[in-house]
């Protein structure tokens, strides 16, 4: 057999394993690993390795996206690269988090306060777990980690709760804060996202990102991997960020927030740079566990490839 009619080449799709949560994403249980597909492509050999357009671009030029809606802003001079549905109103889930942690900094409030989880703040709407158990006590600021960073519900639910005015005063703060931005679409009901009601739209998320990019304390926390908590038991536990892409290490985020229930899907928002340049990724009702991180990874090959393209078709050809 000759040697020009042997294997071509193989193009390895990387694939992230994320995890599987109860409720709104609040469990810890990250064992997550990169699983390496090899894909063997016969015939000719394709010279540019790189382009991405084979299995993320539609066949009339168009980015090949799970989600049912999206919506991938340069954050630069705020133009949409992609839209998809971006005006459509759905239930976001644990995205609502981020509301719930610029109510809480707006506040002002002090953040090495202990704040003790009560019985009131057990979910009894969807039983979701927590590793908080009722009687943990926590500062202020650890509670916010918790709730930003693994999506811990009794942590937002106890955050709202010791606001002025308790729980009803937040919610009503978290609404007159979305229309602060904006967020014309988007209406809060509780400060957990357990509620399907708590809707928005990728067009009012992007508003919400934009917004959280400038407390300190939630780019932090979002794009924490993981962290130990000592929550009053034997030994401090570890908490781990329900986002794969922040525990894997290998993007440039500046905030991250998933989000999951039944009604809303697999939810995903982020600010990350790519190519040298701020995006803003908001994706919404991904069906299965990986979907939402395999259209994030299709983004990224997709906004650098966009970038190399430009900036090869901008660089003046030699003479010959």
């Not at 704040?115 to 009894?124: F, L, N, Q």
């Not at 009012?204 to 908590?229: C, H, N, P, W």
């Amino acid at each position: 057999m000759r040697l020009g009619q042997m294997l071509a080449t193989s193009i390895l799709i990387l694939s992230f394993t994320l995890m599987s949560s109860g409720g709104a994403e609040a469990s810890s249980k990250h064992h997550s690993k990169n699983r390496v597909k090899v894909v063997y492509n016969h015939g000719k050999h394709h010279a540019a390795r790189n382009d991405p357009s084979r299995y993320i671009i539609t066949p009339n030029g168009e980015l090949r996206l799970a989600s049912s809606a999206a919506l991938v802003i340069d954050q630069e001079d705020g133009h949409a690269l992609y839209a998809k549905r971006a005006d459509a109103v759905s239930p976001i889930a644990s995205i609502t988090k981020l509301m719930t942690a610029m109510v809480v900094l707006d506040a002002k409030l002090p953040m090495d306060e202990k704040i003790t989880v009560e019985s009131s703040d057990v979910d009894t709407l969807r039983n979701s777990g927590s590793r908080l158990a009722v009687g943990s006590e926590l500062p202020r600021s650890e509670m916010l980690r918790l709730a930003l960073m693994s999506s811990e519900n009794r942590a937002a639910a106890a955050l709202a709760r010791t606001y002025p005015g308790s729980t009803p005063a937040f919610v009503m703060a978290m609404n007159r804060k979305a229309t602060e931005l904006g967020m014309l679409s988007s209406h809060f009901i509780d400060p957990t996202g357990l509620h399907s009601e708590n809707v928005s739209t990728p067009e009012d998320l992007v508003k919400m990102v934009k917004a959280g990019t400038q407390y300190g304390m939630i780019r932090e926390f979002t794009t924490t991997a993981s962290a130990e908590v000592d929550t009053g038991r034997r030994h401090p536990q570890a908490f781990h960020n329900t986002n794969a892409l922040v525990r894997a290490g290998e993007w440039n985020i500046g905030l991250s927030k998933t989000g999951f229930i039944n009604e809303a899907g697999r939810c995903l928002v982020m600010q990350v740079t790519i190519a040298s340049r701020p995006i803003i990724i908001v994706l919404l009702d991904s069906v299965g566990k990986y979907t939402r991180i395999a259209d994030a990874q299709r983004i990224k090959r997709w906004v650098e490839y966009r970038v190399g393209r430009v900036a090869r078709a901008a660089k003046p050809s030699k003479d010959t």
